[in-house]
Each structure stands twice: as C-alpha cells, then as structure tokens.
C-alpha cells in the first residue's frame, strides 16, 4: 500500500478557575488511516490511539509502543452488500517493506493490520466498511467507503503503442475511463532516461525524474470519464529544472511511465478542507476534516492506473534536443 498516512498528536489545554490545566482526565482516542485498492496486492489499515494522560507527557508516550498501539485490537473489513466479514492481521510494517520514518513515535514495532488481495472479494463500486473493536469496553468503531474500480487511458492509446506529444505552444490531451467513485485524481510522469560521462566512460547509467503533472484534480464526472488538457510548455520547464547541465554529459531518453492515482470522495474532501484556511487570510484555526466517528483518521479507496514504456513522439524528441527550455542538458 503506497499511501500510508501517520498518526497525529493531539494536544488540548483545559482553563478552570484561572489555573491552566495541561492534561485532563485519560481519553482514548484512536487514528485510523486505510485506503483500500484494487490496483495493490494487500490491504494495510494503520490504528493507533492517542491520548492524554494526567502523568506522562504526550512526547514520552509517543516512545512507548504498549501506549501507541492496542494489544487486542479486532480490524475488519466487511462487504456491506453481503455481510461477508474479513478479518485483518497485525504485521510490522518495517518487515513488510514499509519502514516508519525517525521523528517522534516509536519505529519499532510499527504495526499495520493486513489482508491479502487473494484473500477478500474485492468487488468495484461497492460499499466496504471498516470495523474496529478495541475491547477494554471500548464502543465500536464503524465507517465505510467505495471502492474505486479500474481506469484506463483512452488518449493517447498508448496501449496500441501510439506515442504522446508534447507541444511547447500547446496543450497535451488525456482522456482516460474512470470508476464514477473516483473524486480526485494525480497525474505523474516518470522521464526515464540514460547518461554517461562522454569523455570518459563507455557505459550508460539508468537514470529517471518525476513530474507532478496535475495535483489534486477534482472530478464530479457519475461516469468516470475524465478529460483534462497539460500544457506543453510545463513539461520542458520540468525538464529543464530536473536534470542539470553538464557539457561532459551526454544522455539518451528510454521512455515514460504514466501514473494515474484517483482517490475517493473522503481524500477529495480531507485534501480540500485542509487547504481551506491556507493564506494570510485564513482562520485561526486550520479545518480538520476525520471520517471516523469516534476517532479521528480517514479511510477511503484509492486506485493507480500505470502505463510503461510509453513512447514520446519525434518532434518531442527533437525539442527535448535543440528545444529553448532543454538544449543544454545533453540528449542526443
């Protein structure tokens, strides 16, 4: 799962009688972050707790992994339509590929729930909740989302081998057939190329950049079709910013890989609340947008579409060569 999210920490002053209490009475709190996908091979759901207790700061607890995470948590995953329940299992993340960052929680043991693609019925456009029950007397924690189905590009076609172009004076147009779920998407391109130094060395070093092409792009399509134009001109200016000069340099372009992340209307809205009070005439108080009732966190659906090998044409090879944005860079 590529989109793990962290946990977040929570601090609450309290004011009685003009005297500042820093801590109140213990409160459980559990953080949730899970975004389940088609496109990946297994479901991991992060869930913590956070919480305020009277004798130990919140910075020493983050450090304590017994105060993190719940001993005998239950994760579920249940297909609303059926009632079909899957239960998830507790894995370290740092031995699944996915090892926490340093900062101020613990890095070992980072526990994720998990569930194998081969072991649920993942079915598209349909409704799954996440069921979380903590024990200790605890209430039980309940959400749901939709599952985003597949996507796939139809211009260009690069499946049939039909290469895209990018025209500095011009737009670049996609279109691709989304899941109607799908209510935000990014749009990335990997450049994937080669280069050796031409004065000494007879062998190429792989080599590759990635541009952000569309960020956060909003779709309110019921029929997933989406269609959006990139101007041309921003993908020389990438390049040229990228990849530095080197008149010892010399490099060759291999391909493209095309990514195309959507993600459901619980992204779309934490994205677009969090941005809400951005700027030097926000509110004081930044929104917090949280779709577990009880807790706080956001579970929803994401899919990626990826394109490789896809070819550009030779008029943009020839501009990525002798264009004004890239001439210094070396292609031949």
Not at 68 to 97: F, I, P, W
Not at 102 to 126: C, H, M, T, W
Not at 317 to 328: A, E, P, V
């Amino acid at each position: 799962m590529k989109y793990i999210a962290y946990l977040i920490i929570f601090t609450i002053f309290v004011s009685c009688d003009n005297e500042l209490d820093v801590v109140e009475d213990f409160k459980d709190i559990p953080v949730v972050y899970g975004f389940i996908s088609l496109s990946d091979t297994a479901q991991y759901i992060r869930v913590e707790r956070a919480f305020i207790d009277q004798s130990t700061s919140g910075l020493e607890l983050a450090q304590i992994p017994d105060s993190l995470y719940y001993s005998n948590a239950k994760v579920t995953l249940e297909h609303a339509k059926t009632g079909t329940q899957y239960e998830m299992t507790r894995v370290d993340g740092n031995l699944e590929g996915y090892v926490r960052d340093e900062g101020v929680f613990a890095q070992s043991p980072n526990y994720l729930y998990k569930l194998r693609n081969a072991d649920i019925n993942l079915i598209a456009e349909d409704e799954y909740k996440f069921i979380l029950n903590r024990g200790e007397g605890f209430d039980v924690i309940e959400t749901t989302t939709v599952l985003i189905g597949e996507s796939d590009l139809r211009v260009p076609n690069v499946k049939t081998g039909s290469p895209i172009s990018f025209n500095s004076i011009a737009f670049t147009k996609l279109t691709w057939s989304g899941s109607p779920a799908a209510k935000i998407y990014n749009v990335n391109f990997d450049f994937n190329y080669q280069e050796r130094e031409a004065s000494s060395s007879n062998v190429f070093e792989k080599k590759s950049v990635t541009w952000k092409a569309i960020r956060n792009f909003k779709s309110d399509e019921e029929t997933g079709r989406v269609s959006l134009n990139i101007e041309g001109v921003n993908f020389y200016a990438f390049l040229r910013g990228a990849i530095d000069e080197d008149a010892n340099i010399e490099r060759r372009f291999d391909n493209l890989t095309i990514k195309i992340s959507g993600g459901g209307e619980e992204i779309r809205d934490f994205v677009q609340i969090g941005s809400a009070n951005l700027g030097i005439t926000s509110t004081q108080d930044p929104a917090f947008f949280s779709n577990i009732e009880g807790g706080r966190g956001v579970f929803s659906s994401t899919y990626e579409l990826v394109l490789n090998d896809v070819a550009i044409t030779n008029q943009t090879l020839d501009s990525i060569k002798d264009g004004q944005f890239t001439s210094n860079l070396g292609f031949q």
